[in-house]
């Protein structure tokens, strides 16, 4: 008897991101990975949560920093596509070839015969960055490059020419433009069971009538949220236009549609 399996869709992620992490001990250590939810990512790299990588497993290394990450992409397979790139610069065709060579040039091969990885340097990880959002098939995209320290942003502008930009700026590459955004604040403390836990006691310890204080306490509590913890990580940015959609569409499928001839005219103002 043969059994069918019912595959559960699953939601398309409101935010997908390529991110790039530092070692605090070790700022020469840098990682790169995709991810829908960054707090949760990070947390994992940080070895508070399950999951995480093993180049970022060392006890040594830790903790990562979420220093950059870009956002606007279309889809997961889009995120990984771009991460890849980013992580091959050396590979990547979207790299100019004479940029390739220079990345691998004295490195030598391994014993199955490919060119061996080159290190990650800050400064040629924001140069294939500022490539990669420039040509036309990223660049079509509205990506966005987020910057959380001030250090990583400056390489990145020193290696920008005319394409200056600050927070919420545009810089030019090219013909074409991402937005980049900076937020050097302290981030909220990702450790989320102690802030959960003044919730809980908070709402244990509230009086009727008291809702609206709660309200105005949480929208308070997200104002305050910085760097990769104010990102949105949910449609609630955009529930109000997605709500009004969902009324326009009901109230057009109300009616039917009735096909007029094309030597009908309106009788309206006629006598």
């Known amino acids: 008897m043969s059994t069918t399996t019912q595959i559960q ?10 991110y790039i992490l530092r070692s605090q001990p070790r ?3 840098l990682y790169i990975g995709s991810t829908p939810h960054p707090p949760r990512r990070l947390s994992q790299h940080n070895g508070l949560a399950k999951g995480g990588a093993y180049r970022t497993s060392k006890i040594s290394l830790r903790p990562w920093d979420m220093v950059c990450l870009v956002s606007g992409f279309p889809s997961m397979i889009a995120a990984l596509k771009f991460e890849w790139a980013l992580n091959n610069p050396h590979k990547s065709l979207h790299i100019p070839a004479e940029k390739r060579a220079e990345a691998v040039r004295g490195l030598g091969r391994r014993k199955t015969g490919h060119l061996k990885r080159p ?3 800050l400064a040629g990880v924001m140069e294939a960055l500022r490539m990669l959002a420039g040509v036309r098939s990223f660049g079509r995209w509205p990506l966005r490059v987020h910057f959380f320290d001030e250090e990583v942003w400056r390489v990145w502008e020193r290696g920008g020419g005319k394409g200056k930009s600050g927070g919420g700026g545009v810089g030019g590459l090219g013909d074409l433009k991402v937005e980049v955004v900076t937020d050097f604040g302290s981030p909220t403390a990702p450790q989320g069971a102690s802030v959960v836990g003044v919730r809980e006691e908070a709402d244990t310890n509230s009086h009727d009538g008291g809702d609206d204080d709660d309200d105005d306490d949480d929208d308070a509590q997200d104002e305050n949220k910085r760097g990769i913890y104010a990102l949105p990580l949910d449609y609630a940015p955009i529930k109000d236009y997605v709500a009004k959609g969902q009324e326009i569409w009901k109230f057009e499928r109300q009616g039917s549609c009735v096909p007029v001839s094309p030597g009908a005219r ?4 006629e006598d």
């Open 266 to 269: 309106s009788k309206e103002g």
């Open 9 to 18: 869709p699953k939601p398309i992620p409101a935010l997908y991101t390529v």
């Open 119 to 121: 290190r990650k340097r």
């Open 27 to 29: 700022h020469a250590s």
